[in-house]
T-cell receptor, first 115, second 114 residues
Framework: GAGVSQSPSNKVTEKGKDVELRCDPI?????LYWYRQSLGQGLEFLIY????????KSGLPSDRFSAERTGGSVSTLTIQRTQQEDSAVYLC?????????????FGEGSRLTVL | AQSVTQLDSHVSVSEGTPVLLRCNYS??????LFWYVQHPNKGLQLLLK??????LVKGINGFEAEFKKSETSFHLTKPSAHMSDAAEYFC????????????FGAGTRLAVHP
């Protein structure tokens, strides 16, 4: 597709369950980001992938969160043993730029609700 | 370290009147600055960006922003608001020394009344 695609668009789960969120970036974009947007708050950086380099995981809030990017394209964000405070919209973005001046293209997000 | 503060969480204007969304930043280096817009149930879209060229930056949909180093500000303006401008606006800072890690402000929700 032409834009960043995320799935599922909505996910409702029970506390303690694991969830996987998927991101399909724009073809050819080497950089991929995950952000979290909680109600009434700005975007919180989670993790960054650039090509074959080691990812920057500095934003992951706990060891229950992990992400991988296979073949330099699709990425999966996994949350284990979900908690109610994990409820948020998870946004994926991709970019063709490696510097600090490029535009990020965002998907529409995956809304996670933990009951 | 970089940070960004949006001074108003909500702004309400009448259609046809000017818009001012305020943003102050903190950066140890000359930053790159952005404004992104998020319409309801839509992904974020880049409005405009400043990357050390002209201090007055023009973006899409008639928006512009001025980089003022002395005031560490990057306020977003538009001369005349349209109903379709109602959305959440995010001021964003990036460290141009490194990769494209964007630090987002908390957002300003703009309401436009007829």
């Amino acid at each position: 597709g032409a834009g960043v695609s995320q799935s599922p668009s909505n996910k409702v789960t029970e506390k303690g369950k694991d969830v996987e969120l998927r991101c399909d970036p724009i073809s050819g974009h080497t950089a991929l980001y995950w952000y979290r947007q909680s109600l009434g708050q700005g975007l919180e950086f989670l993790i960054y992938f650039q090509g074959n380099s080691a990812p920057d995981k500095s934003g992951l809030p706990s060891d229950r969160f992990s992400a991988e990017r296979t073949g330099g394209s699709v990425s999966t964000l996994t949350i284990q043993r979900t908690q109610q405070e994990d409820s948020a919209v998870y946004l994926c973005a991709s970019s063709s730029s490696t510097g600090g001046t490029g535009e990020l293209f965002f998907g529409e997000g995956s809304r996670l609700t933990v009951l | 370290a970089q940070s960004v503060t949006q001074l108003d969480s909500h702004v309400s204007v009448s259609e046809g009147t000017p818009v001012l969304l305020r943003c102050n930043y903190s950066s140890s280096y000359s930053p790159s600055l952005f404004w992104y817009v998020q319409h309801p149930n839509k992904g974020l879209q880049l409005l405009l960006k400043y990357t050390s060229a002209a201090t007055l930056v023009k973006g899409i949909n008639g928006f512009e922003a001025e980089f003022k180093k002395s005031e560490t500000s990057f306020h977003l303006t538009k001369p005349s608001a349209h109903m379709s401008d109602a959305a959440e606006y995010f001021c964003v800072v990036s460290d141009p020394r490194g990769y494209n890690k964007l630090i987002f402000g908390a957002g300003t929700r703009l309401a436009v009344h007829p």
